[in-house]
């Protein structure tokens, strides 16, 4: 399988590079571009170097490089990721406006109806913001707001990370063994390691008497 | 009672600069303002350059607009990890005097080039008051639905428009009545000079010496 990953420059640099390593343990070849501003958000909330970052990827590219392989559809792909995506990205790639490599690729990658998937990342949201994903998404990308899930017990925010790389990966049928999916509701308590008895008792938890 | 204002103010390429001299003196002076935030956009820089006759460089560009106060800060509009780029940091409102038609339509779609237009689509989305004073003549098609757009998000759009009925002789009065009325949007009212009281203003009654 061979992706094209593209990070811009939207809180959450760490989702777009657990992503890449992930990519890499399941040998899925990856195309990447990294905006101009997410490599100020590697540098501002991450441990890594861009260099690091773009070591992860089988192929890099410039976000300038209009004429690089992943801008044609004729060189083929299985579709592209963008995490986190900004809101700016976000609206270029509704309005066509491909003035970069990462424009350029989504832009290809819809034409081509090939998958693309959009952690785009934002708070609140704006009616414009809402309006270019509602119609993003009408124009058949997935819209994958990288918002955490409880239903897990998430107890770091690797954790949380995780999770959400691993229903990134769900979306073009790759399995991260890591995620912990929902089977069912429990009958019973709680882990008791994730809340407090106060916690329990407020949420109307008549089960915890049983098993106290 | 004092307030604690922040009010972000962009300088963006298209004519009535003097406008926007007038708007900053008058939030420099104002007590209830402790802090603007300042953005002038390259095309502005020209402008400002063209209309008073000056250099375009930033400095001179300031100190044309008049924005020497330490509470005014300079921010650069192509550093997209500038102050105002995230909702985290707040500011009560944020106005573009003037406003380009550019500038509309990429606000209205989104496309948050440079920090001018990031820190409008925060005003949005946090749901602070956002003026843009546009400065165009015709409007085309594609600047009408960027209005109604804009508009529809929570924007006010405030054309570059004067007002007739206080007499003015010259342009520093219509300039000075129009900032006057931007600052009236922005709750930070100084005068009462303009208020028509159904019959006339005290402006008018000024320039044409009726009772």
Known sequence: ?????????????????????????????????????????????????????????????????????????SFRTDGMIVAPCSMKTVAGIRTGYADGLIGRAADVTLKERRRLVLLARELPLSTIHLENLLALSQMGATVLPPAPAFYNHPSS???????????????????????????????????????????????????????? | MPENRRITVAVTGA?????????????????????????VSANGRKLVALEFGTQEDRDSVA??????????????????????????????????????????????????????????????????????????????????RNMVSVTEAGAIVFPMIPTYYNAPETLAELQDEFAERVLQLLGLQRTDRYRWDGESTPARREHTGTP
């Open chain 1, 157 to 212: 925010i690797a954790d949380i990370v995780e999770h959400i790389v691993g229903r990134t990966l769900d979306q073009f049928g790759l399995d991260l063994p890591t995620v912990r999916r929902w089977g069912g509701m429990r009958q019973g308590a709680h882990p008791r390691a994730v809340t407090s008895p106060r916690d329990r008792h407020s949420m109307g938890d008549d089960s915890v008497a049983a098993t106290a």
């Open chain 2, 63 to 144: 100190q044309a607009l008049g924005a020497t106060s330490p509470k005014v800060r300079l921010l650069d509009p192509a550093d997209l990890a500038g102050p105002v780029t995230s909702g985290s940091y707040p500011y009560d409102a944020m106005v573009i005097l003037p406003c380009a038609a550019g500038v509309l339509g990429r606000i209205a779609h989104g496309l948050a080039l440079d920090l001018i237009e990031r820190a409008a689509d925060v005003a949005l989305k946090e749901r602070r008051r956002l003026v843009l004073c546009l400065r165009e003549t015709p409007l085309n098609l594609a600047h009408l």
């Open chain 2, 15 to 39: 004519g009535g600069v003097g406008v926007s001299k007038r708007l900053l003196a008058a939030l420099q002076d104002d007590d209830r303002v402790t802090h603007v935030d300042l953005l």
């Open chain 1, 1 to 73: 399988m061979r992706l094209v990953v593209a990070m811009t420059g939207a809180t959450g640099a760490i989702i777009g590079v657990r992503l890449l390593e992930a990519l890499r343990e399941l040998e899925v070849e990856t195309h990447l571009v990294v905006s101009r501003w997410a490599r100020a958000t590697i540098a501002e909330e991450t441990p890594y170097t861009v260099r690091e970052v773009t070591d992860l990827a089988s192929v890099g590219y410039s976000p300038d490089d209009q004429g690089a392989a992943i801008s044609s559809g």
